[in-house]
């Protein structure tokens, strides 16, 4: 709740501040309001990254609704020992990355890039391997959103607002920053700039039991994935979550990146994010004054 009322007061002063937010006479250069998604690719993802493709309708409705330009660029977080990490958007080879209102079949690429990430943009194979997309192994959260930032401002500097969703089902057992380092990071990079950020994350915090991953039909020996965090380390369903094997030891470290940023946070587990992915993209722009109050 305190999360809404802080989005609302901040939605209104930018647009008290800004006069050129509230009207567009259509021959100044565009306002831009950016969103960047940044996907963990692991297997148990894979149901999870279907549910966020109801991104893209959302998307194209808010592109027709928007007075400014709003871009959109979907890609991946970043793997401690994988070096394709670079944090560029996806794009089909002779398709850009960054979606916009002029780009063609740009709700269909949104699309694609969630749902088939492998084959959308890298479709070449080595064996069962896909060349460039790592599948898993190390991942970080949190921290991917501070270098993604970092990576792509270039392009995310002249916005008016800047939004991100990290979807992913990981322990935070691998981060580059603590909890406070990363928000610190962030708010250095983008200055002025309202930044709303959005976590799908795992259940994960301090003392929680772990639960079991997988039940077995007793009849049929059938095996049906439970669903629940992507633990790293041995984890014995029953007992308490062992960190020993976490390079960075804190359960919390979402739970607290998340409260310090007056950010939003979903539980992966939901069976969808419709009305949370609808709300979050219309607070972007009507924090970026691409939007009547209404």
């Known amino acids: 709740m305190k999360t809404h009322f802080f989005i609302i007061f901040l939605a209104i002063?930018?647009?008290?501040?800004?006069?050129?937010?509230?009207?567009?006479?259509?021959?100044?250069?565009?306002?831009?309001?950016?969103?960047?998604?940044l996907i963990d690719l692991s297997p148990s993802m894979d149901s999870h990254r279907m549910k966020m493709t109801k991104l893209a309708p959302l998307v194209e409705a808010?592109?027709?609704?928007?007075?400014?330009?709003?871009?959109?660029?979907?890609?991946?977080?970043?793997?401690?020992?994988f070096?394709?990490?670079?944090?560029?958007?996806?794009?089909e080879p002779g398709g850009p990355a960054w979606v916009t209102q002029e780009t063609p079949d740009?709700?269909?690429?949104?699309?694609?890039?969630?749902?088939?990430?492998?084959?959308?943009?890298?479709p070449t194979h080595d064996g069962d391997q896909h060349k460039g997309i790592p599948q898993s192994g190390d991942e970080l959260t949190y921290s991917s959103l501070v270098e993604s930032l970092q990576t792509n401002w270039d392009r995310l500097?002249?916005?008016?607002?800047?939004?991100?969703?990290?979807?992913?089902?990981?322990?935070?057992?691998?981060?580059?920053?603590?909890?406070?380092q990363a928000v610190d990071q962030i708010k250095q990079q983008l200055g002025?700039?309202?930044?709303?950020s959005a976590q799908i994350v795992a259940d994960v915090r301090s003392g929680m039991m772990v639960e079991p991953t997988h039940l077995f039909n007793s009849q049929t020996g059938e095996k049906i994935?439970?669903?629940?965090?992507?633990?790293?380390?041995?984890?014995?369903p029953g007992f308490m979550l062992n960190t020993s094997h976490w390079e960075s030891k804190n359960p919390d470290a979402i739970n607290q990146f998340t409260d310090i940023l007056y950010a939003e946070q979903w539980d992966i587990c939901e069976p969808e994010y419709d009305e949370q992915l609808k709300k979050f993209i219309e607070t972007i722009l009507l924090v970026g004054g691409c939007l009547p109050l209404s």
Not at 17 to 30: F, I, M, R, Y
Not at 83 to 91: D, H, K, N, V, Y
């Open 192 to 196: 002025n700039i309202p930044y709303l």
């Open 157 to 180: 500097q002249d916005s008016q607002v800047i939004g991100t969703i990290l979807l992913s089902d990981s322990v935070p057992a691998y981060e580059t920053y603590t909890p406070q």
């Open 83 to 91: 070096s394709f990490s670079t944090l560029t958007p996806w794009a």
């Open 13 to 37: 002063l930018v647009l008290s501040l800004n006069p050129s937010a509230q009207a567009n006479n259509g021959t100044a250069k565009k306002d831009v309001a950016s969103l960047l998604v």
């Open 225 to 236: 994935p439970l669903c629940g965090p992507d633990h790293e380390g041995d984890q014995i």
């Open 106 to 122: 740009g709700p269909q690429k949104i699309h694609d890039r969630i749902a088939f990430p492998h084959d959308t943009v890298h």
């Open 62 to 81: 808010a592109m027709e609704r928007s007075r400014c330009e709003f871009q959109v660029a979907v890609g991946s977080i970043l793997y401690k020992d």
